[in-house]
């Protein structure tokens, strides 16, 4: 009805970020498969690894809130139509993007920038007649970025309240191998307090255990090398 076509007029889809169960991008980079499981993003193409959630959200909400500036009317038999979507970067599009919920899926097909604004040619799936609309360039930017982008930076992910034991081992860094054992150390949670087991057992400090707690779970990657973990020899591990 009317409301519906106003409706589209003013947003890209009727779409709740909260209802987002999925997301496919794929871009120059290639296709990144990302899903929401239990209330966390998950990437789980071409690696299954933690999502940056708030990297995620950003792209759902940068589509769900995006408003068209202008639509233009597509006839899909028309060759000269046809001749402006290949020139607007749409016949292929340059980045799509597939949404699921729950009850259904929502395709975005992005094209080249406008050169006379920070606007970009879109349309809402690649029907025949589907219009194009022009959107905010901020769509495109969020959908070009690589797989790191969208990877999580946390290199624990743990929680504080249900740590019993903490053991650290710095390697022996010495010229020859065995000839120190490295330091190491150990302490336990027993009965609500925190022990050193080793090198030694006496009272461990309780604002320490929890200082060096709290730095080990802010530690953040700052890249990524390499996905295979067979040999790890050339980095030291």
């Not at 909400?61 to 000269?80: E, L, M, T, Y």
């Not at 006379?116 to 930017?141: H, L, W």
């Not at 650290?168 to 010495?174: H, K, N, Q």
């Not at 730095?215 to 790890?232: P, Q, T, Y």
Request: proline letters at 5%.
């Amino acid at each position: 009805g009317t409301k519906e076509r106003e409706q589209a007029e003013t947003q890209l889809f009727n779409l709740n970020p909260d209802d987002v169960t999925g997301l496919e991008i794929t871009n120059l980079h290639g296709l990144f498969i990302l899903q929401k499981i239990n209330n966390h993003w998950e990437i789980k193409k071409p690696v299954n690894t933690p999502a940056d959630g708030a990297a995620v959200d950003s792209v759902i909400n940068q589509i769900a809130f995006a408003q068209p500036q202008r639509i233009i009317r597509v006839d899909g038999s028309s060759s000269k139509d046809t001749a402006n979507l290949k020139e607007w970067g749409l016949i292929p599009p340059a980045e799509r993007v597939v949404i699921h919920t729950h009850a259904k899926q929502y395709e975005l097909l992005v094209g080249r920038k406008m050169a006379i604004n920070d606007s970009v040619y879109a349309r809402a799936s690649g029907r025949k007649n589907e219009p194009v609309r022009i959107i905010p360039n901020t769509v495109k930017d969020i959908l070009q970025k690589d797989l790191s982008a969208f990877r999580s930076r946390n290199v624990f992910d743990f929680d504080l309240d249900k740590a019993t034991k903490v053991a650290t081992r710095i390697a022996d860094a010495s010229t020859t191998p065995g000839q120190h054992p490295g330091q190491q150390c150990e302490v336990d949670l027993k009965d609500g307090k925190w022990t050193l087991q080793s090198p030694l057992v006496a009272r461990a400090s309780d604002a320490d255990v929890q200082a060096l707690l709290n730095k080990i779970l802010a530690e953040r990657a700052v890249d990524f090398v390499i996905d295979d973990a067979s040999n790890l020899s050339p980095y030291g591990l």
